[in-house]
């Protein structure tokens, strides 16, 4: 058990459709990382909020947002949903920023767009 | 964009059995991670390694950093039905965020 807590495990909706990840940090962590997980782009980052605040950005599109709220979860909104968006989404924390230590990863949230 | 490499994609192995497995990329990286992910689970890290020439030893996995520090690999000795799992290494991008290559999918079979 990393300490890193993601929900829902599972989640099934249809194209067009909006969804909310959410993700709880390990306990004392500040930094939370959002990383996509497909058969065809491998575990792409996202973006990256370090208490509170927004600190990088990857492969994010446009139709995807995220924050970092003051008790330091971190939820991830999908809209416009589409086909391509199915994946596993990640939640990563470490205790500061910038970080190339170790990534503490969630089991992840499996999305299924029909 | 710094770009990693991994070799095979796929390997299936009979338990008992060597395998090695690479990390490459073009250029050079200040340090190298290798995870672990299982079925419905997160990555884990295995090790890190940070200087060329490196060779770092967990029970039966053995991890070599190569001298240039543009590539890497790993080594099982004996493998297990318990190390099936994506291999996947990684290292610091652009934006000094980990950025992580394609990884290898193990199966060892009993």
Known sequence: ?114 | TQLLEQSPQFLSIQEGENLTVYCNSSSVFSSLQWYRQEPGEGPVLLVTVVTGGEVKKLKRLTFQFGDARKDSSLHITAAQPGDTGLYLCAGPGSARQLTFGSGTQLTVLP
């Open chain 1, 1 to 114: 058990d990393s300490g890193v807590t993601q929900t829902p495990k599972h989640l099934i909706t249809a194209t067009g459709q909006r969804v909310t990840l959410r993700c709880s940090p390990r306990s004392g962590d500040l930094s939370v990382y959002w990383y996509q997980q497909s058969l065809d782009q491998g575990l792409q980052f996202l973006i990256q909020y370090y208490n509170g605040e927004e600190r990088a950005k990857g492969n994010i599109l446009e139709r995807f947002s995220a924050q970092q709220f003051p008790d330091l979860h971190s939820e991830l909104n999908l809209s416009s949903l589409e086909l391509g968006d199915s994946a596993l989404y990640f939640c990563a924390s470490t205790p500061g920023s910038p970080n190339t230590g170790e990534l503490f990863f969630g089991e992840g949230s499996r999305l299924t767009v029909l």
